[in-house]
């Protein structure tokens, strides 16, 4: 079992950055594919990026591509999510979350493969 933390949501003009950290514990992290997702109030959650177990792989939603980028370290149980250039429409709770990931080096892109998740955290942008 692993149990996520996260951290670095807030309030941001268009245009700025924001950097969201998720601390994952257990001894076995290197054993989980991570997964962002989001949230907008009224809508679906929806993927934002993907990283396997290795770091090896890692996947974006098109409407961030080029925007985000995601991490992860192993060495110290984090997966990051950098967010430049922010939208009003990237205004969502934003959660992590981990899949066992054991026999696989996949990337996961749909919320109901991940068994693990953050308490999220709220990314507002302003206009």
């Known amino acids: 079992q692993v149990q996520l933390v996260e951290a670095g949501g807030g309030l941001v003009q268009a245009g700025g950055s924001l950097r969201l950290s998720c601390r994952a514990s257990g001894r076995t992290f290197t054993s989980y594919a991570m997964g962002w997702f989001r949230q907008a109030p009224g809508k679906e959650r929806e993927f934002v990026a993907g990283v396997n177990k290795n770091g090896g792989s890692i996947e974006y939603a098109d409407s961030v591509k080029g925007r985000f980028t995601n991490s992860r370290d192993n060495a110290k149980n984090t997966v990051s999510l950098q967010m430049n250039s922010l939208k009003p429409e990237d205004t969502a709770v934003y959660y992590c979350?981990?899949?066992?990931?054991?026999?696989?080096?996949?990337?996961?892109?749909?919320?109901?493969?991940?068994?693990?998740w953050g308490q999220g955290t709220q990314v507002t942008v302003s206009s």
């Open positions: 979350a981990a899949k066992g990931a054991y026999y696989s080096d996949s990337v996961y892109y749909r919320a109901n493969e991940y068994a693990y």
